[in-house]
C-alpha cells in the first residue's frame, strides 16, 4: 500500500477526469444564422442554437454600431431552432450586427455593408430571463464546441511527455555524477522511450483536433514544427544508443545527450512558440492568447489539472514498469 | 403559416451535411476519435510490454 498509492491515485484522477470530461454539458450558445447578411427590408432568420431552450418570451436583440432594432415577430421551432421575423432599418452604420438572445450573445453574426447615418434605435424590452442548462457546463466556443474536450485528453499527453522527459534527464545527471550509472540510464531510457509513446499520441490526437477546428491535419506552425522536432531529437537519442554496444560508455554519451535534447525540447517547446515576432495558430502561442487568458476558466480547470495529474502519474508508472523489465531482462541474460 | 410549415422551411434553409454534423453534434466525433486513439495507444503499449514479459519467461524455461 505504501509504495503504489500514486498508481491508485493515477487511476482514480484519471477515471473522475475522463468521465467528467465526457459528461459534463456544454453551456448553450448560438451557433449559426441564415441567412447571414442583413439588408434594409423585411428578413426571414432561422437561429440555430446548440444545447438551448428557446422560448418565445426570450427578448431578441439585434446591435448595429451601439443602436438596437428587435424583431417584430419570433417563432420558435424548437429548443434549438428559431424563426425571427425582422423589418431590418435603413441606414447600419457597422458592417456587422449582433444578435443577442435572452443571455445568449452572438458577436457580428450578420454582415451588411454599413456606413450608414444610424437609424432610430428601438427599445427591445427586457422580457423574462432565458432558461439556461443549469449547472456545471464548459464554455461553449465558436469553431471548438465539444471538441473543447479535447483539453482533457490531447494536452495531458504533452504534460506527461515533458514530466517524463524531465524525469529522464533528471537521472542522466544523477547518473554522470555519482554512482549507480547504469541503473539510472536504464530509468531515463525508459523514461524516453515512454515520454516518446505520449509524443505520439500528442501529435495525433493533436493532428485530429486541427483537422476539425483548423481544417488540416498539419499545417506549419511553430508549435506544432517544434514538438515535430521534439520527438525527432529524441528518436535521435534511442538511435545513438543503438550504435554503441559498451554499456558504461552507452550511458555516459547518452546522459550527456539527454541534457541537451531536454533543453533543446524546453527551447522548441516554450521559447520559441512564444516569440512575439511568430505568429501561431495553437492558443498560448505568439500573440495567440492561450485558453487560460480567454476561457481556461475554473469550469475547464477543475477537470484539466486532474487529468494532467493523472496522465503524469501514469507516465511514470509505464516508465517505472519498463525499468523493471529491462532490469530483469538484463539480469537474466548476465 | 403554421408552426409546421416553418419548420420545412426551416429544413430547407438549413444546412448540408457538413453543417448538419458541425452544428447537429458540435464536433463531438473528434472527441470520440481522439479518446479512442489514447485507448488504442495504451492497448499497444501493453502489447508490446507483454511480449517482453514473455520473451522473458520462455528464456527462464530454458
Known amino acids: 500500500m505504501k509504495h503504489w498509492w500514486w498508481k491508485i491515485a493515477a487511476v482514480i484522477l484519471l477515471l473522475a477526469a475522463s468521465v467528467a470530461g465526457l459528461y459534463v454539458p456544454l453551456a448553450p450558445a448560438l451557433v449559426h444564422v441564415a441567412p447571414d447578411r442583413l439588408g434594409a427590408g423585411s428578413a426571414e432568420i432561422l437561429v440555430t442554437g446548440y444545447n438551448t431552450r428557446f422560448e418565445e418570451s426570450m427578448p431578441v436583440r439585434f446591435s448595429n454600431g451601439g443602436d438596437e432594432f428587435c424583431p417584430q415577430r419570433v417563432v420558435v421551432l424548437d429548443a434549438t431552432h428559431m424563426k425571427l421575423f425582422v423589418e431590418v432599418p435603413v441606414g447600419l452604420r457597422a458592417a456587422m450586427t449582433d444578435l443577442a438572445i435572452g443571455n445568449l450573445s452572438y458577436p457580428g453574426a450578420f454582415y451588411s455593408k454599413g456606413g450608414g447615418s444610424g437609424f432610430p434605435a428601438m427599445d427591445c424590452g427586457d422580457g423574462t430571463p432565458s432558461p439556461t442548462v443549469g449547472g456545471f457546463t464548459f464554455p461553449n466556443q465558436s469553431i471548438l464546441y465539444e471538441s473543447i474536450r479535447n483539453l482533457h485528453f490531447h494536452v495531458p499527453m504533452w504534460f506527461a511527455m515533458i514530466a517524463l522527459m524531465g524525469m529522464s534527464v533528471w537521472h542522466s545527471i544523477k547518473g554522470l555524477s555519482g554512482t549507480g550509472t547504469l541503473e539510472h540510464d536504464r530509468a531515463a531510457l525508459s523514461a524516453v522511450e515512454v515520454g516518446l509513446w505520449f509524443c505520439a499520441l500528442g501529435l495525433l490526437t493533436g493532428s485530429l483536433w486541427a483537422r476539425a477546428t483548423w481544417g488540416t491535419f498539419w499545417t506549419n506552425d511553430v508549435k506544432l514544427n517544434g514538438a515535430a522536432v521534439t520527438a525527432l531529437i529524441y528518436l535521435a537519442y534511442l538511435v545513438l544508443r543503438g550504435s554503441i554496444t559498451d554499456p558504461y560508455k552507452r550511458a555516459r554519451l547518452a546522459s550527456i545527450y539527454n541534457v541537451f535534447a531536454f533543453a533543446l525540447l524546453v527551447l522548441f517547446l516554450f521559447v520559441v512558440p512564444r516569440l512575439n515576432e511568430i505568429d501561431s495558430l495553437h492558443p498560448g502561442n505568439g500573440g495567440n492568447s492561450g485558453f487560460n487568458d480567454l476561457d481556461l476558466d475554473n469550469r475547464l480547470r477543475i477537470v484539466f489539472y486532474p487529468a494532467v495529474a493523472g496522465w503524469v502519474l501514469m507516465g511514470l508508472w509505464m516508465a517505472q514498469l519498463r525499468t523493471r523489465a529491462t532490469r530483469l531482462a538484463e539480469q537474466m541474460e548476465l | ?62
Open chain 2, 1 to 62: 403559416m403554421s408552426p409546421f410549415q416553418l419548420h420545412t422551411i426551416a429544413l430547407q434553409a438549413a444546412p448540408s451535411w457538413l453543417e448538419h454534423s458541425l452544428h447537429g453534434n458540435g464536433k463531438i466525433n473528434v472527441v470520440v476519435a481522439v479518446v479512442g486513439l489514447i485507448v488504442l495507444g495504451l492497448g499497444l503499449w501493453m502489447w508490446r510490454m507483454d511480449l517482453r514479459l514473455k520473451r522473458m519467461e520462455e528464456q527462464q524455461r530454458k
